[in-house]
C-alpha cells in the first residue's frame, strides 16, 4: 500500500508536510548547526522519531498479541550527526524502557527484543549508521 507525502518549502530553510490519507501536517525546520531557526523537528530528526515511534508501535502489536499491556513503554533515540565524509546521521542510539511489571517472561522479553530490532525503520537504516537499541525493565 503506497502512502503520499507532499511537502511545501516555506522558505527560511522551513517546510510544511502532509500525509496524504489523513491530511494531518507537520513542519520542519532546519537545525541550528546548519543555518536554520531550530523552531521544528529537521529532516533527520524526523528520521530519529520513526525509528522512535516504530519500535513503539512493533511491541505494541506484539504485546496485543500476546495479551500483555505495554502502556507507558518509552523510547528515547539519541541522533548524533557526523561531518565526515559528509554530513549525516552518524549515529541513532536508542533505549526501551519497559515497565517491569509488563513483562516477567524471559522468553517474552527476548521476543519483543529480536521484533523491536526488525522493525522496518530500523531495518532501512544504511549499515553505516550506528543503531542499537537497548532495552530496561523498570
Known amino acids: ?30 537545525p541550528l548547526d546548519n ?18 515511534t516504530c519500535v513503539l508501535t512493533i511491541l505494541g502489536i506484539v504485546s496485543e498479541r500476546h495479551g500483555l499491556d505495554l502502556t507507558g513503554a518509552q523510547v528515547r533515540v539519541t541522533k548524533e550527526m557526523i561531518q565526515q565524509p559528509a554530513r549525516r546521521i552518524g549515529s541513532l542510539k536508542t533505549v526501551v524502557v519497559v515497565p517491569a511489571h509488563a513483562v ?20 532501512s537504516l544504511h549499515p553505516d549508521i550506528d543503531a542499537p537499541i537497548d532495552f530496561q525493565y523498570e
Open 1 to 30: 500500500m503506497a502512502v503520499e507525502i507532499e511537502a511545501i518549502y516555506t522558505g527560511q530553510l522551513g517546510c510544511r508536510a502532509t500525509h496524504g490519507p489523513s491530511q494531518n501536517t507537520l513542519i520542519t525546520d532546519a
Open 35 to 52: 543555518g536554520g531557526k531550530g523552531e521544528s523537528f529537521s529532516p533527520t530528526d524526523l528520521v530519529a522519531t520513526a525509528l522512535g
Open 104 to 123: 516477567t517472561d524471559g522468553a517474552m522479553r527476548v521476543r519483543l527484543e529480536a521484533a523491536a530490532r526488525a522493525c522496518p525503520v530500523h531495518r
